[in-house]
T-cell receptor, first 109, second 114 residues
């Protein structure tokens, strides 16, 4: 069965520092990986997906199939990045989705 | 263009009862996914409906069932409620089944089972 692990429940960095939110997954095939974000008092929303290979709000994520990881990175964190971040996986041939339990990022001034 | 809406906002039920939650998808979307989110955990995938057919299902028992209507709105039905069913239920709509796609989430329905 597929699984998504976000090892850090809480992550705190200072403004301007680099930030990396870790995501590890277990699945032997080729899944689709996503990062979702939930800002305070807002709905869950898609941040980025690995197949798009794009940078959103300065965040990037690279799929490393060898390490089965999809870590989210930003070189210079901003206070407005403070939010809950979820990593998610979709397995097409099983029609199933799995979310991690999330990491709460706090960016201090 | 309207966003994803869910009703009701909050609901309190007794163990053993049945409940129906509703979701209106975003205009132009034909896929709805349902999630259960317990406190302190990530959303757990219940199932996905694409063009009125169940397109994928998570590890939930058959007492969790759903429907999608021709206008692509959707219902989640839960029979024989248990205390552990207390959670936030989220729906999300997207275009094109078979993936999470670019999902737009609703605000959720908070279900409490006593």
């Amino acid at each position: 069965a597929q699984r998504v692990t976000q090892p850090e429940k809480l992550l705190s960095v200072f403004k301007g520092a680099p930030v990396e939110l870790k995501c590890n997954y277990s699945y032997s095939g080729s899944p689709e990986l996503f990062w979702y974000v939930q800002y305070s008092r807002q709905r869950l929303q898609l941040l980025l997906r690995h197949i798009s290979r794009e940078s959103i709000k300065g965040f990037t994520a690279d799929l490393n199939k060898g390490e089965t990881s999809f870590h989210l990175k930003k070189p210079f964190a901003q206070e407005e990045d403070s939010a809950m971040y979820y990593c998610a996986l979709w397995v097409t041939n099983a029609g199933k989705s799995t979310f991690g339990d999330g990491t709460t990022l706090t960016v201090k001034p | 263009e309207t966003g994803v809406t869910q009703s009701p906002t909050h609901l309190i039920k007794t163990r053993g009862q049945q409940v129906t939650l509703r979701c209106s998808s975003q205009s132009g979307h034909n896929t709805v996914s349902w999630y259960q989110q317990a406190l302190g955990q990530g959303p757990q995938f219940i199932f996905q409906y694409y063009r009125e057919e169940e397109n994928g299902r998570g590890n939930f028992p058959p007492r969790f069932s759903g429907l999608q209507f021709p206008n692509y709105s959707s219902e989640l039905n839960v029979n024989a409620l248990e205390l552990d069913d207390s959670a936030l239920y989220l729906c999300a709509s997207s275009w094109g089944g078979g993936s999470l796609g670019e999902q737009y989430f609703g605000p959720g329905t908070r279900l409490t089972v006593t």
